[in-house]
């Protein structure tokens, strides 16, 4: 199995950026396709992107596309969500998962595997 540990939030003006990161333990995530999703107050848990550990393919939300990146790090063992021009609709608990099978997917339920999460807030 694999554990996930998500770092990087905050809080951040409109206009402005972070960087998320999921460091994995326990496993290689060579052997996993990985995604982040979020989920705001009220609302429930959304895809944002994901990427293929084997090939890089890397798939996102419309809502994000052009402004988030996602990457794979394999010394570090970790995933990053690079967050640019960030909007006050992004404000979110984002959370990275892990799913068996390398190619990429916003299905929730093929993913197995979950970080518990960290809050970025975005103010306007």
């Known amino acids: 199995q694999v554990q996930l540990v998500e770092s990087g939030g905050g809080l951040v003006q409109a206009g402005g950026s972070l960087r998320l990161s999921c460091a994995a333990s326990g496993r290689s995530l060579r052997f996993y396709g990985m995604g982040w999703f979020r989920q705001a107050p009220g609302k429930e848990r959304e895809f944002v992107a994901a990427?293929?550990?084997?090939?890089?393919?890397?798939y996102y939300a419309d809502s994000v596309k052009g402004r988030f990146t996602i990457s794979s790090d394999y010394a570090k063992n970790s995933v990053s969500l690079q967050m640019n021009s960030l909007k006050p609709e992004d404000t979110a608990v984002y959370s990275c998962?892990?799913?068996?099978?390398?190619?990429?997917?916003?299905?929730?339920?093929?993913?197995?595997?979950w970080g518990q999460g960290t809050q970025v807030t975005v103010s306007s």
């Open positions: 998962a892990a799913r068996d099978g390398m190619d990429v997917s916003a299905a929730q339920p093929e993913y197995g595997y």
């Open positions: 990427i293929s550990w084997s090939d890089g393919k890397t």
